[in-house]
């Protein structure tokens, strides 16, 4: 294997500056819409995680994700890489939108629903990026396990605040 010119590591560390930006950007999006009065009213189930846990939780997802992104679509190529990273950037849409149903809109009913198409986004991700790069699809492993976290979280407050 002949090892990398400086081209290929210009266009590796290009990829993953913007696989960053494009991760930083969504949760951008997602911490716009924050919890606030209505969300302290909430009842929430004992197992709630208190707030100071999330942000630390999900920066670290996000730089999972943007890493993520960043292996399969090097070791892909573009061509190659397509359906993948459409997957991963339908999963962050969906992923931005969770914030806004549920904060914004104040929907939990909506934002569950957008959870379980993340979810599913988040899972055909994994299968993509798993032919090519299988720790790329590791590095999504804490985030699928995470968002089904929030999902059962989700359907538990729905559940006490009819």
């Known amino acids: 294997m002949n ?3 400086h081209t290929a590591k210009g266009r590796s560390l290009a990829i993953l500056a913007l696989c960053l930006a494009t991760v ?7 911490g716009h819409f924050r919890p606030g009065e209505w969300y302290a009213a909430l009842n929430k189930p004992r197992w709630n995680p208190p707030n100071g846990v999330f942000a630390p939780v999900w920066t670290a997802l996000y730089l999972m994700m943007a890493v993520a992104a960043w292996r399969f679509w ?5 061509r190659r890489a397509r359906p ?3 997957a991963f950037a339908i999963q962050l849409g969906l992923n931005a939108a969770w914030s806004w149903l549920f904060f914004g809109q104040q929907r939990p009913d909506l934002a569950l629903l957008d959870l379980l198409c993340l979810w599913l986004g ?4 994994l299968a993509l990026f798993s032919r090519v790069d299988r720790f790329a699809a590791l590095l999504l492993v804490p985030y699928f396990l995470w968002v089904s976290f929030a999902g059962a979280l989700n359907l538990a407050i729905w559940r006490l605040n009819p």
């Open 24 to 30: 930083a950007g969504v949760a951008a999006v997602g």
């Open 122 to 125: 988040i899972l055909a991700t």
């Open 84 to 86: 993948g990273l459409l």
């Open 3 to 5: 090892p990398p010119t």
């Open 74 to 78: 090097t070791r892909a190529g573009w």
